[in-house]
């Protein structure tokens, strides 16, 4: 059964860093587009981040420039590096493949990042 399984987030100050790693299991990454999205206390969720199975990559507007997403296929691992992080980057981040092993619109369980001001 696929799985996504998100790790690194925590508690930051404003102009720090961290690093998200979604890593996948059940399935294998290679060939796979993925996402990051991100939703924000009392808002809806947004994608944040898209990287293709070629490693185009794609952001949000507010995020250009402080966030790279990446991919290492060797270990089934999509990554999302945030820095210079601000306030309103707070929120729970997801990594999200429209489809992978056999499966459509699969979702991992969320980490949680905070940025304190």
């Known amino acids: 059964q696929v799985q996504l399984v998100e790790s690194g987030g925590g508690l930051v100050q404003a102009g720090g860093s961290l690093r998200l790693s979604c890593t996948v299991s059940g399935s294998i990454l290679g060939g796979i587009l993925m996402n990051w999205y991100r939703q924000a206390p009392g808002k809806q969720r947004e994608v944040v981040a898209r990287?293709?199975?070629?490693?185009?990559?794609i952001y949000e507007d507010s995020v250009k420039g402080r966030f790279t997403i990446s991919r290492d296929n060797t270990k089934n691992t999509v990554y999302l590096q945030m820095n210079s992080l601000k306030p309103e980057d707070t929120g729970v981040y997801y990594c999200q493949a429209d489809r992978i092993g056999g499966k459509n619109d699969v979702w991992g369980q969320g980490t949680q990042v905070t940025v304190s001001s």
């Open positions: 990287i293709s199975s070629g490693g185009n990559t």
